[in-house]
């Protein structure tokens, strides 16, 4: 083997890769004999280029980076944007709306999540539900009609494509309804039901390498501008976009904008909206919209997703917004699916507008407004976006389930709730995007309190997240 393959290879295996000049620079430091210093240096990066190696020299010889003078360019400027989408959507049109429609959305729920449970050590052995016998059994499957008895044990039947069986679970503390779980228990034939030991969720791995990028960039991460309510904080929102313009400090970072849902107010979303509508036509909305993100400086590329409160489909997954409105914005701006999964500069992104949350508050014991960073955990454990059917969020039958959570992301962002909250679980940055709209009669009358004007920036060189007000 020759050395530069065998250089690469062994840094592999330590989960560290490395560009060809990168090689080169340990080849002049000795070789494979500099390996172990090299692994203790850069071994934390995952990734190691060449400019930052570079970059980490100027450094040491004491030549700090310039600083920038008024007259300089925001460093965001200098770089190329790196956007890829991570996801084919062209299979969103509802086709039909009958049973098997949606008996086959369930089946690619299961297919997609039993993959994930095949893969856990524990359920290594698990046997289709048709064959189950006697003693210690380990099954994977759907489940259903979730009952709490008196004494606070859980009963439920488990199903998957070969059958169904009755579940019994002393220990347990909540299970929904459609959740995609392997279960290890004891199976008695004379009560015909499994006596469950443990629940095994899909589950999300810990993130062992460092994440962050040699540039020296950022995203701000925002939901739920609301263009065209009476209530929209048009002063704040003005603070903020003048921020990213003038692109001092953070600003100067910026290099996307992205932007959860609820884009505008809509029209006829809930009862007698119109009274606090300052535009009552949502294609004016979205024209006000447009002329927003074009005073944008134009190295910042728009990331957005539609939710509940706009033109496309209630029902989810909700596609990009249509092509006429589309029209009205420029060549900057993504127009997404709701959930859409993207990648920016390696970082993998999941952003879901977050509907479910409503329902999950009420569903998952022990949860608040003021919990939705635990209740993103579960979304990312349970390995679904929408975790049980038949709540507030309405789906689309589609041979594809997109709610289900198949690529581990780095980002998690959801919207909705106008709170907001950020928190780090397994390596994952959880976002909960806050909102540019003051408190409506709605949520007044749901005694809910919104925090508005508050802005994620997470810097992909540190990978840190900076929250900031306007
Ligand atoms: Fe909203």
């Given at each position: 083997m020759s050395l530069r393959k065998e250089i690469v290879e062994r840094l592999l295996k330590q989960d560290i890769l490395v560009e060809p000049e990168v090689v080169d620079y340990i080849i002049s430091h000795g070789g494979l004999s500099y390996l172990p210093e090299f692994i203790e240096k850069?071994?934390?990066?995952g990734v190691v280029s060449a400019s930052y190696l570079e970059r980490k020299k100027e450094e040491k010889q004491g030549e700090k980076p310039v600083e920038k003078s008024v007259f300089t360019k925001p460093e965001a400027e200098e770089y190329d944007w790196d956007f890829k989408l991570l996801?084919?959507?062209?299979?969103?049109?509802?086709r039909g709306s009958g049973v098997e429609d949606f008996r086959n959305m369930f089946l690619d729920r299961y297919n997609r999540l039993a993959r994930i449970l095949r893969g856990h050590h524990q359920l290594r052995g698990h046997v289709d539900i048709s064959k189950i016998s006697r003693g210690e059994v380990k099954l994977i499957g759907m489940v259903d009609e979730v009952r709490i008895t008196s004494k606070g044990s859980l009963i439920f039947s488990l199903e998957d494509p070969t059958g169904k069986v009755d579940c019994y679970s002393p220990e347990a503390s909540f299970l929904l309804n459609d959740e995609v779980v392997g279960i290890i228990g004891t199976y008695n034939e004379n009560t015909q039901r499994v006596y469950v030991k443990e629940i095994i969720r899909p589950g999300i791995p810990l993130l062992r390498r460092k994440r962050g990028i040699p540039e020296n960039i950022s995203a701000v991460i925002i939901s739920d501008?609301?263009?065209?309510?009476?209530?929209?904080?048009e002063k704040r929102w003005k603070k903020f976009l003048g921020w990213l313009k003038e692109g001092?400090?953070?600003?100067?970072?910026?290099?996307y904008l992205i932007i959860g849902g609820d884009l505008v107010d809509g029209?006829?979303?809930?009862?007698?909206?119109e009274e606090e509508?300052?535009?009552?036509?949502i294609y004016k909305q979205y024209e006000i919209f447009a002329t927003y993100l074009e005073?944008?400086?134009?190295?910042i590329k728009v990331i957005m997703i539609p939710g509940n409160?706009?033109?496309?489909?209630?029902?989810?997954?909700q596609p990009p917004l249509p092509a006429e409105i589309q029209k009205?914005?420029?060549?900057?701006v993504e127009s997404l699916p709701n959930p859409a999964i993207f990648a920016i500069h390696g970082y993998k992104f999941l952003m879901y507008h977050g509907t479910s949350l409503n329902d999950l508050v009420e569903m998952i014991?022990?949860?608040?407004?003021?919990k939705i960073g635990e209740i993103m955990k579960y979304m990312l454990e349970m390995r679904h976006?929408?975790?049980?059917?038949?709540?507030k969020v309405s789906l689309?039958?589609?041979?594809?389930?997109?709610?289900?959570?198949?690529v581990v992301p780095d980002v998690f962002i959801t919207g909705h709730v106008h709170a907001f909250s950020y928190q780090k679980y397994k390596g994952i940055h959880l976002i909960n995007a806050s909102c540019?709209?003051?408190?409506?009669k709605y949520q007044k009358m749901m005694n809910f309190n919104p925090d508005p004007g508050k802005v994620g920036l997470l810097n992909f060189h540190t990978d840190e997240l900076k929250i900031l007000s306007f």
């Open positions: 850069y071994g934390e990066l996801m084919d959507f062209g299979e969103m049109k509802v501008t609301h263009i065209g309510s009476k209530m929209f904080l001092k400090g953070d600003a100067a970072t910026v290099k029209i006829g979303i809930y009862p007698n909206q509508l300052e535009v009552l036509d005073e944008l400086p134009d190295y409160h706009d033109i496309v489909r209630n029902t989810e997954p009205l914005f420029n060549g900057n014991p022990g949860m608040s407004y003021e976006l929408v975790p049980t059917y038949g709540g689309a039958p589609l041979p594809r389930d997109f709610l289900t959570v198949d540019w709209q003051a408190q409506t």
